[in-house]
């Protein structure tokens, strides 16, 4: 099973590069977390997964508070039943998003060995976005400079190939978006296609 990481703050426009991915035909673990963002309802993001995260992390200090053996362990059978379910559904790539995941990604590189997906945001765009939705302040500026710092030190160090998607350009240049899909191996049909350019447009 292939496996796609997206690496991003909150109020980034990960959900719609999330959504789009799902609609190409990536599997994206429902039942997902649903906002009280009308423009957003559904995060794309799981909510057995990030349920573990914020058990390891503290989502609005980011220091580690729980066991990281607890959650590989978790993490162990999850995947294995995601994989299940991911086949049963003729998928054969699963796409993982939280910005959490962010602390996690050595682990996650040497479990999955994935597609590594960065999408950024200028910092005022994300900071407005975040003061509409009316979150916590780390889920805006604050928040994207510490993932970003982290995601380029991971990538610095561990030389692990990504590809950067900045949300404003993924929004606009269908040739980005390919080039995304072929980066993670994703080929969907032409329904596929079309129900992931329908499903952005309304983004």
């Known amino acids: 099973m292939k496996a796609v990481v997206i690496i991003a703050s909150w109020s980034s426009g990960s959900t719609a590069v999330t959504g789009y991915l799902d609609k190409c035909g990536a599997y994206s673990c429902p039942p997902h977390l649903n906002t009280i963002d009308k423009r957003t309802p559904n995060s794309y993001e799981s ?18 508070i729980g066991k990281s053996e607890d959650f590989v362990n978790f993490f162990e059978a999850w995947w294995a039943e995601e994989c299940s379910k991911a086949e049963k559904l003729d998928c054969n790539s699963i796409v993982l998003k939280h910005p959490l995941q962010t602390f996690v990604l050595p682990y996650l590189k040497k479990k999955l060995n994935p597609s590594f997906i960065f999408v950024t945001r200028p910092f005022e765009e994300i900071g407005r976005t975040q003061i509409r939705r009316n979150w916590h302040p780390i889920m805006g500026e604050d928040g994207a400079k510490h993932i970003y710092s982290v995601a380029y030190n991971f990538f610095t160090l561990s030389s692990s190939p990504f590809i950067s998607v900045p ?3 993924f929004k606009t240049d269908a ?26 447009r309304k983004e």
């Open 47 to 64: 909510i057995e997964y990030g349920t573990e995260l914020a058990k390891l992390f503290d989502k609005y200090t980011f220091k580690e």
């Open 167 to 169: 949300f404003n350009a």
């Open 175 to 200: 040739e980005l978006r390919n080039k995304m899909l072929d980066f993670i191996g994703l080929s969907p049909s032409e329904k596929q296609i079309q129900s992931a350019e329908s499903f952005l």
